[in-house]
Structures are given as structure tokens and as C-alpha cells.
Antibody
Framework: EVQLVESGGGLVKPGGSLRLSCAAS????????MTWVRQAPGKGLEWVSSISSSSTYIYYTDSVKGRFTISRDNAKNSLFLQMNSLRAEDTAVYYC?????????????????WGQGTLVTVSS | EIVLTQSPATLSLSPGERATLSCRASQSVSSSLAWYQHKPGQAPRLLIYDASNRATGIPARFSGSGSGTDFTLTISSLEPEDFAVYYCQQRSNWPPLTFGGGTKVEIK
């Protein structure tokens, strides 16, 4: 059974830092790209960052570039999001997601498994 | 950036009725569009990918159609567990990957 379990959320002051983790199990982590998606209170889903299976390709939404860093440890089946210079608008539930492959084993940037999310609150 | 506009924002229907949700893209995304279901306190669930392909384990009452800029998610007969928020997402031209603002399907 595929499982994605996030941790590391909490309350932090503006300008502070947090490191989110996602523990993956039930699939061959090393062959999948991974992505962080967030949802601010009362808002919709927002793509944050993606990383390819071997960390060769990394992408960020503009609002977090230079502040957030995505990384992974394939030996430990783990995904991370280092968040620095946090702002009130970063307050959200952060979901760890797996990028899907279609029936022909072509990678497609849709998200077929999601964790339960971890809440990040940025407030003084 | 491709903007996805979903309509209506809220759909009030009764169990057994047909639900038709719309997603319009600001430019063509070909068939590179997915639909998700999201219930409060739960992880979102992938329903449809590449506009019309059901994801693994998704019931046949869910169907997707469209290409280019106009897409539709249809739930043929609403079950009690289908009342949720639905999002579309494109992967045609990214970064950024973008989601629509969501349609809430509520019980009338």
C-alpha cells in the first residue's frame, strides 16, 4: 500500500524557517518524481515545487523561489521542503504527492497519491 | 501561466442527480488535464487524467471530456459520498502547474 506521511509543520513567526519531511512507503521511491502542493485556509490547491526521481530537475512556483528548497533522500525514501523567510501567505496545509505514470509508463505530472498534509502557520 | 477557471463555484444537487462541472483554460492545454476530488480533512483523490481517462479504482459514474480549452467532469448519478470539492489541473505548459479554483458540489 502506497503511503505518504508528512511531518514538520507547526507555528512559526514571519521570517522564520521550517523543514517539512515526507516519508514514502509501498512503492519504489527512486523511480518517481515527487511534488509539494499546498492549500491555504479557505483557498484552493496550489502547486509549490517538484523534483525528479534523481533530483536532476527541480521546479518552483515563483512565490517561493529563493526561499524554499526541495530535496530528497532516495536511500531513506524521503522528500523534504526547507522553507526559509516564511511569510503569512505561506500559511497552508502542505501535501506531499507522487507524480503519476500512465498505462504506457509515461510520466505525467498529475498526482496519484497524496499524504494527509501538515499544517504550517506563519504568524507573530 | 495557464489560468484554469472552474464553474459554477457551487453546485447544489440531490443524490441521484447528474452533476456537470466545467473547467476552462486560458489557452489550449490539449488533453493534458486532470480532475481531483477533495473532501474536508482528507487527501485529494485523482479521478480523471488526460481529460478522459479514469484513474485506478474510480467508479464509472465519473467521466471526463473535452480538449483544448473546455473540459467537463460529469458525475452521472450522485452518491452521498460524492459531495465534495472538485479541482481541475493542467500539465500542458509548466512550470507552473496550475489548478482551477474548485467547484463545491453540495447537497440540496
Amino acid at each position: 500500500e502506497v503511503q505518504l506521511v508528512e511531518s514538520g509543520g507547526g507555528l512559526v513567526k514571519p521570517g522564520g524557517s521550517l523543514r517539512l519531511s515526507c516519508a514514502a512507503s509501498g512503492f519504489t521511491f527512486t523511480t518517481y518524481s515527487m511534488t509539494w502542493v499546498r492549500q491555504a485556509p479557505g483557498k484552493g490547491l496550489e502547486w509549490v515545487s517538484s523534483i525528479s526521481s534523481s533530483s536532476t530537475y527541480i521546479y518552483y512556483t515563483d512565490s517561493v523561489k529563493g526561499r524554499f528548497t526541495i530535496s530528497r533522500d532516495n536511500a531513506k525514501n524521503s522528500l523534504f521542503l526547507q522553507m526559509n523567510s516564511l511569510r503569512a501567505e505561506d500559511t497552508a496545509v502542505y501535501y506531499c504527492t507522487r507524480v503519476t505514470y500512465d498505462s504506457s509508463d509515461v510520466q505525467k505530472y498529475y498526482f496519484d497519491y497524496w499524504g494527509q498534509g501538515t499544517l504550517v502557520t506563519v504568524s507573530s | 501561466e495557464i489560468v484554469l477557471t472552474q464553474s459554477p463555484a457551487t453546485l447544489s444537487l440531490s443524490p441521484g442527480e447528474r452533476a456537470t462541472l466545467s473547467c476552462r483554460a486560458s489557452q489550449s492545454v490539449s488533453s493534458s488535464l486532470a480532475w481531483y476530488q477533495h473532501k474536508p480533512g482528507q487527501a485529494p483523490r485523482l479521478l480523471i487524467y488526460d481529460a478522459s481517462n479514469r484513474a485506478t479504482g474510480i467508479p464509472a459514474r465519473f467521466s471526463g471530456s473535452g480538449s483544448g480549452t473546455d473540459f467537463t467532469l460529469t458525475i452521472s448519478s450522485l452518491e452521498p459520498e460524492d459531495f465534495a470539492v472538485y479541482y481541475c489541473q493542467q500539465r500542458s505548459n509548466w512550470p507552473p502547474l496550475t489548478f482551477g479554483g474548485g467547484t463545491k458540489v453540495e447537497i440540496k
